[in-house]
């Protein structure tokens, strides 16, 4: 059983910031990669960032330069900067966390170890 619990989102202005932490806990011993996703109703759930125990890296074109993940997989905490947000990035935000390596866990569909969610609204 995994759980992880998001936390942080909320409203905020065009240009302006929000960070979202996400903590696991459970039999997630295996998890060697956790990232953020995000998901516009009617709309699929996307990749935003990810990052892996090997230290690598992934962000989504429209994450890149914005956004920094960080985090730990043996404590399973992962957590996202966004800066200088825009409209579009308005969704709801899930934590997600993977037992493959950070190239496999892009490449293939998302594992289903899932928070519950966090709205992010940025409007003026």
């Known amino acids: 059983q995994v759980h992880l619990v998001e936390s942080g989102g909320g409203l905020v202005q065009p240009g302006g910031s929000l960070r979202l932490s996400c903590a696991g806990s459970g039999s997630i011993f295996s998890i060697v990669a956790m990232g953020w996703f995000r998901q516009i109703p009617g709309k699929q759930r996307e990749l935003v960032a990810m990052f892996d125990s090997g230290g690598r890296t992934y962000y989504a074109d429209s994450a890149k330069g914005r956004f920094t993940i960080s985090g730990d997989v043996a404590k399973k905490t992962v957590t996202i900067q966004m800066n200088s947000l825009k409209p579009e990035d308005t969704a709801v935000y899930y934590c997600?966390?993977?037992?493959?390596?950070?190239?496999?866990?892009?490449?293939?569909?998302?594992?289903?170890?899932w928070g519950q969610g966090t709205q992010v609204i940025v409007s003026s």
């Open positions: 997600n966390a993977d037992p493959r390596l950070l190239r496999a866990a892009v490449a293939g569909p998302p594992f289903n170890y």
